[in-house]
């Protein structure tokens, strides 16, 4: 499908990707046509390349990430960032309506040929969208879907009318008469309020009064302030909705000098806040701010997994919003029509935005116009870079790549490339665009959003499974029951009975499996196993952790998704140990720092001991209340009357061995390379494989019987 996307040098382009995958609660839309903001998205295309040369803590930022990551993981980040600026683009639009062609698990309200407007980050400018549920809403039969794209925005005015919770008859500014402003101007209309329209564009204040505003104020031609008194009379207006998009800080002050005492004053456009002071107090004035379409706005649960607000708590959610909106346009009392200078063919985008810049005085809103959508169309993941696939080369590892998000793009991928006897097949992504632009980076023979294409491929060999860690293990049991060679990032499965059906799975295939326990590859760890080789005692090991702090909102907190702190990366530590120690566990105790507060996501504060079945004790002392300044991960060992120190994977000091005190130092390789290096040459037949399913499951059974042991508060045993 074709995509209209905008690229680091801030040029629109037309991209060739693959459809969309359709993940449960989302259903596959055929465009019919997606709105083009002249505000919006004008304004991110052109601010797309600045922020990045702003930020001025990247430096701080670049110390840190070695110091956690590496070297290596740190400058492949940097390389893809600054060395490769056009291989980033950005999928334009967030407003469009269509026909439903597929519907995702768990979708029962929609049928297939169910004609929706949709909005929100994947309701772009392209051919085909995938949008979850609770931003797309029915097209009700007396509305086009030329108008019908309109709803997202219509969703904003909206919610910034209800935001200054405007009455019959109240005389309420609009400042900003461009889409939105123009929007909220006619819904304030239909709400019986008297619309006085403020701009600085004659056109835009005729376009506001054809279409119901009562009184309009061209604030290039007089003292918006003044005219504001002379039309509401000397109380002022009831309330200002400010939709302008200026960095000037002088709308919003203003609107304070506009409003009556007690008004309210609603920002919905992206304005400057330097608020001055004297009126807003004098007035005892209400500030609000509008977020977007209605409440469930960047609420993952609400819009990605469905889950509703009840309508006797919150009245009006953005789908609800959605859905008013089109009543109103299919009862007549909104006029979206006058508001549509032009209409394009996806392939003019280009041509669309440079028209769209050049007039904006008399272009309010632009739409692209897609082909008929049609119910039965099919759906293309596929997308074929190499003319066709490479034949089979004797000693050579066909590999696919699921999952290209940032770890996998600076880690897995330059390694996959790098290696002479391994041939790079595809790319998979839930997004197409980055699906695209990861196998072209990398000179994958094609792409797909959806895994099962690779599955299904005789071409290839061996897949690499980095996605999120809840996809983790079923992907595995898929892969090995098409008799594919896996390597999977840890976690290897977020429960025990995961990880039980995943090492049944590759048994049964008589595939190997290998998860990223990436650390037993380290340098350092490499030779500190060699010393602790000598060793016939029993040891005492801690492993300090210094993990740092997530937002709340971060994937790897929710329970569903990334399992959480100690699974999602607690796995590390426990394979780590029980690789230096060579026993197996057989006792787990857990201790718990009280959260500091009720409602702490990220409480990953423990001391988690385990006890080896040699009589060695091992100790993670996990932490997310430490400082970035001290090192991520310190090791110490003590046995037979030696003592040894990994600090961070650079330093390894031995004390009490011959020569000592010793010391070794590395650049803070974590074994990354050397890892998948290891898994293709056991594909290969080269190998042994070293880090097995059996380790995969043996980490798991340690994180979540840990936990177990932190929730009870007694000890729980391996048996």
Not at 258 to 267: L, Q, Y
Not at 274 to 283: A, D
Request: hydrophobic share 40%.
């Amino acid at each position: 499908m074709r995509q209209v996307c905008v690229n680091e040098r801030r040029e629109i382009v037309v991209v060739e990707v693959p459809d969309p995958a359709v993940p449960p609660g989302y259903a596959l839309v055929r465009n019919a046509y997606s709105l083009i903001s002249s505000g919006t998205e004008l304004g991110t295309a052109q601010q797309q390349s600045s922020a990045l040369r702003q930020r001025v803590d990247l430096a701080r930022r670049f110390s840190a990430s070695v110091r956690r990551d590496g070297l290596s993981a740190t400058m492949g980040r940097v390389r893809k960032r600054f060395q490769q600026p056009n291989a980033t683009i950005r999928a334009r639009g967030y407003s469009c309506a269509g026909v439903v062609t597929q519907l995702g698990e768990g979708i029962e309200d929609l049928h297939v040929g169910d004609m929706v407007a949709c909005g929100g980050a994947s309701a772009n400018h392209a051919e085909v969208v995938a949008v979850p549920r609770n931003l797309m809403a029915r097209v009700p039969p007396e509305v086009s879907l030329r108008d019908a794209s309109f709803t997202t925005l219509g969703a904003i005015a909206m919610q910034g009318v209800r935001r200054a919770q405007v009455t019959f008859g109240e005389k309420v500014v609009v400042t900003g008469m461009g889409l939105v402003g123009q929007l909220v101007g006619q819904l304030l209309k239909v709400a019986g309020c008297q619309v006085i329209a403020v701009d600085l564009l004659d056109e835009r204040l005729k376009l506001a009064k054809e279409l119901g505003a009562t009184y309009a104020i061209n604030a290039a031609a007089e003292d918006p302030v003044a005219a504001a008194y002379r039309i509401a009379g000397d109380h002022g207006a009831d309330a200002v909705i400010v939709c302008a998009a200026t960095s000037s800080d002088v709308p919003v002050n203003q609107a304070f000098a506009m409003c009556r005492e007690r008004g309210r004053v609603v920002i919905v456009g992206d304005v400057g806040m330097g608020l001055e002071r004297t009126h807003f107090y004098n007035k005892e004035l209400d500030l609000l701010m509008s977020r977007s379409y209605g409440p469930g706005r960047y609420d993952a649960e609400y819009e990605e997994l469905g889950l509703d607000y009840p309508i006797g708590y919150v009245r009006w959610t953005e789908n609800r919003n959605m859905e008013e909106f089109l009543r109103l346009l299919s009862s007549g009392a909104m006029r979206v029509g006058p508001l549509v200078a032009g209409e394009y063919a996806i392939g003019d985008a280009t041509r669309a935005y440079a028209d769209l810049a050049q007039n904006q005085r008399a272009v309010v809103a632009t739409v692209f116009k897609y082909d008929s959508p049609t119910p039965d169309a099919k759906a293309t993941h596929v997308l074929r870079l190499r003319a066709a696939a490479e034949p089979k080369k004797s000693g050579v590892l066909r590999v696919a790549v699921i999952g290209a998000g940032s770890f996998a793009t600076a880690n897995h991928l330059p390694n996959l490339r790098s290696f002479p006897d391994c041939h790079l097949v595809a790319i998979v992504n839930s997004t197409g665009t980055k699906a695209k632009q990861i196998a072209q980076e990398f000179k994958a023979d094609y792409c797909t959003t959806d895994y099962q294409e690779v599955l299904a491929d005789p071409n290839v060999d061996a897949v690499v499974i980095a996605t999120r860690h809840n996809l983790h293990h079923q992907i595995a049991i898929e892969a090995a029951a098409k008799g594919k060679h896996i390597f999977v990032e840890k976690p290897m499965a977020l429960t025990e009975a995961e990880g039980q059906a995943v090492r049944q799975a590759v048994a049964e295939a008589g595939v190997l499996l290998s998860v990223g326990f990436n650390r037993r590859f380290a340098p350092l760890v490499v030779k500190l196993k060699g010393l602790l080789g000598e060793q016939q005692f029993p040891k005492t090991i801690t492993y300090r952790v210094n993990a740092g702090w997530l937002p709340p909102d971060h994937w790897l907190l929710d329970p569903a998704v990334g399992g959480g702190r100690i699974i999602g990366e607690g796995c590390h530590f426990f394979d780590l140990l029980y690789y230096l120690v060579g026993a197996e566990p057989v006792r787990i105790t857990t201790s718990q720092m009280r959260p500091l507060a009720s409602d702490q996501k990220d409480d990953a504060n423990m001391s988690i001991n385990l006890e080896f079945a040699d009589g060695s004790l091992g100790n993670v002392l996990y932490t997310v209340v430490g400082h970035t300044d001290l090192s991520k991960e310190r090791i110490e060992v003590y046995t037979g009357g030696k003592a040894f120190v990994l600090d961070d994977f650079t330093s390894l000091s031995a004390y009490g061995t011959k020569g000592s005190p010793a010391s070794w130092r590395d650049p803070g390789n974590k074994g990354v390379s050397s890892m998948l290096r290891h898994f293709c040459d056991a594909a290969l037949g080269k190998v042994e494989l070293q880090v097995t399913a059996k380790d995969g499951l043996r980490a798991t059974v340690c994180a979540v019987r840990g936990l177990e042991s932190a929730r009870t508060g007694s000890p729980v045993g391996f048996g």
